[in-house]
């Protein structure tokens, strides 16, 4: 029963773990752009959170009202503004230039806020828990999972059901073709990273409520969506869940183990995969 | 009336130049051939009408006004639409997603979903595959079918024959007739020299990049035409 709960536990973990890694998918997928700044945007969204809520009173989920239109804003503007004049000279330059945000990020955080350990407080919910035969699960998880699930289902269905997400598959094609088509290219990129930090945001607030943080939080958070992304092979959305399932399970073991074995078990999960299958579970990207 | 005009249009790729002073112009309902050897230019005179090269303004006219430093979008929005060579099609789309992805701009006009698939029956049945997953000619028709859903007054094809079974090009070029009995104003670049004079009233002939020859289709002697196209 221990080992079916230790299993429960990380599988639910999974569900943040991926909604880390849906906005640094969603910018590779899209525009090839490998976001070293992801991690944090992320925690950015987090401190965000927290001075909406002690400017209005609001509990954090409540705040994504206010944060998740700030993060598209966010993102809409750093793509326009920023990062489309590093796509035309290959890989290196987005990712010298992102390298550069994440910097200016973590010393702005905390230049502004401190170097001090943060949380954000939802209330009774972060403790409250469901029996199912002895195995007890945490309501706060189980609603993380399904944010998760709706997060990707929502995707699925932009991806496969609209114009804008039909316009975002030809884009990852051929950029040059679908220009030629009259695809805006620039504009759809900034729409895209917009769309990524809705779920950053998300993603970001609800890390903040089970996790305490601070500014210099985000290149694990960084480094954990990678893996989600790379076990669950690149382009693919449920994939992801997949890796994210992984990584936490290989956490919940390695904890039970040991509790220092925690993320190294993580890590070494995701090294047996790359051996064992570099391109991922589900690879669909065809370049 | 012209449509289209190219007043001594230059184009390079970085520092070599692909054309030199080409004057071309189409009168409106037109269809114009665009002929010559492989690295003529036919393919980067399109790609420059289209705006996926930048030249200057004036070099590229459209309904009088100067296009040349347009986008390859806004081009599009302004008329003209492109069935590249080699066709291009979206891999990861349907035969229906690629040609609904045409219809980006939502210019308005007689062609629509179901037009395209009054003009290729074909493409009906096979909507929902994979756009590769279809034969060479079957793309070609999707290629042809995604162009016209920006309902462009102007249809740069480039290279419709290319690869295909002479029974497929006749298919392909019967269907080109249908499109100008609309009143689009097509420009045919081919290496088919014969297809491409069969379909059209009036060729430009490009050898490395110049305009070589320029002629009425019609009772032109085509030995002639070799000497301009080879340069001999």
């Known amino acids: ?287 | 009336m012209t449509l289209l005009q190219t007043q001594n249009l230059s184009a390079f790729y970085g520092d070599f130049q692909a054309l030199f002073d080409i004057n071309v112009t189409v009168d409106e309902g037109e269809t114009v051939a665009v002929i010559g050897a492989n690295g003529a230019g036919k393919t980067t005179f399109l790609r420059a009408v289209a705006g996926a090269l930048g030249t200057a303004p004036d070099m590229v006219m459209f309904e009088g006004r100067p296009i040349g430093h347009h986008t390859a979008h806004d081009i599009v929005r302004l008329g003209i639409a492109m069935a590249p060579e080699g066709r291009r099609l979206f891999p990861s789309l349907s035969v229906e997603e690629n040609l609904l992805l045409g219809g980006y701009s939502k210019r308005p006009g007689p062609w629509n979903i179901k037009r395209v698939y009054e003009l290729f029956p074909r493409l009906r049945e096979l909507r929902h595959l994979p756009a590769t997953d279809l034969s060479g000619g079957q793309q070609q028709m999707t290629t042809v079918g995604r162009a016209l859903m920006s309902n462009p007054r102007l249809l740069l094809c480039d290279e419709l024959s290319l690869g295909l079974a002479p029974v497929v090009i006749r298919d392909i070029y019967g269907c080109l007739e249908k499109i100008t009995a609309e009143g689009t104003t097509v420009v045919l670049v081919e290496q088919d020299i014969n297809r491409a004079l069969d379909a059209s009233a009036r060729f430009y002939c490009f050898q490395e990049g110049r305009l070589a020859l320029t002629a009425p289709t019609k009772g032109f002697d085509r030995a002639a035409i070799g000497a301009a196209y080879f340069g001999m």
Request: proline content about 3%; hydrophobic content about 55%; some cysteine.
């Open chain 1, 1 to 287: 029963m221990d080992w079916l709960n230790t299993f429960i536990q990380g599988s639910l973990l999974g569900g943040i773990y991926a909604l880390f890694a849906i906005g640094l998918s969603l910018s590779f997928g899209i525009m090839r752009l490998v976001n070293i700044a992801h991690g944090d945007l992320i925690v950015l969204s987090a401190y965000v959170a927290m001075v909406v809520g002690q400017g209005t009173g609001l509990d954090p989920i409540s705040c994504l009202i206010i944060v998740v239109p700030v993060m598209f804003a966010l993102g809409y503007a750093l793509q326009r503004g920023l990062l489309n004049q590093t796509l035309t000279g290959g890989l290196l330059p987005p990712l010298l230039v992102t390298f550069g945000i994440s910097i200016i990020i973590q010393n702005g955080l905390l230049q502004g806020f401190g170097a001090y350990t943060q949380r954000l407080q939802q209330g009774a919910i972060e403790t409250a828990s469901l029996q199912f035969g002895g195995i007890s699960v945490g309501v706060y998880p189980l609603l993380v999972f399904g944010v998760a699930l709706l997060a990707l289902g929502s995707l699925q269905l932009l991806f496969y059901r609209t114009g804008l997400g039909r316009a975002f598959r030809a884009v990852s094609d051929d950029a040059d073709t679908a220009e030629l088509m009259g695809v805006d290219n620039r504009k759809l990129y900034a729409v895209a990273l917009g769309i990524a930090m809705i779920f950053t945001a998300i993603a970001g607030v609800l890390f903040a409520i089970r996790t305490n943080f601070d500014p210099a939080a985000g290149p694990i958070r960084l480094i954990l969506a990678f893996e989600a992304v790379i076990i669950g092979g690149l382009g693919s959305m449920w994939g992801t869940l997949i890796g994210g399932m992984i990584l936490g399970i290989a956490q919940s073991v390695g904890a039970a183990l040991s509790p220092t074995w925690q993320i190294l078990a993580g890590h070494i999960a995701f090294l047996i995969i790359l051996i064992v299958r570099p391109s991922g579970l589900f690879p669909r990207t065809r370049d």
